[in-house]
Nanobody, 124 residues
Framework: QVQLVESGGGLVQAGGSLRLSCAASGRTFSAYFMGWFRQAPGKEREFVAAIRQSGAGTSYADSVKGRFTISRDNAKNTVYLQMNSLKPEDTAVYSC?????????????????WGQGTQVTVSS
């Protein structure tokens, strides 16, 4: 069993930056594909970014490409989402997800493990 706990959300002005963290319990974090998703009020959850176990491969939604960066520190059992040039439309609850099977499971939003989420609010 893996538990994921997000932190780092908050209120920021448009154009600002935030860094989200997702801390994982357990000793097998380095074996997990990890990702970030977000859900705005009244909208469906959407994929934001994903990263392979070693950190060598990443994938991003078009809406965040060039502004957001996903990374991980396997020694600290943590995955990060650096968010720059934030826009009001980035406002959402951001959740991390992890899966030991395939990157596809994360990309399709059917990962095995999910965190509770952290609120990000971008004011105009």
């Amino acid at each position: 069993q893996v538990q994921l706990v997000e932190s780092g959300g908050g209120l920021v002005q448009a154009g600002g930056s935030l860094r989200l963290s997702c801390a994982a319990s357990g000793r097998t974090f380095s074996a997990y594909f990890m990702g970030w998703f977000r859900q705005a009020p009244g909208k469906e959850r959407e994929f934001v970014a994903a990263i392979r176990q070693s950190g060598a491969g990443t994938s991003y939604a078009d809406s965040v490409k060039g502004r957001f960066t996903i990374s991980r520190d396997n020694a600290k059992n943590t995955v990060y989402l650096q968010m720059n040039s934030l826009k009001p439309e980035d406002t959402a609850v951001y959740s991390c997800a992890g899966d030991p099977r395939t990157l596809s499971a994360v990309l399709r939003g059917v990962a095995t493990y999910w965190g509770q989420g952290t609120q990000v609010t971008v004011s105009s």
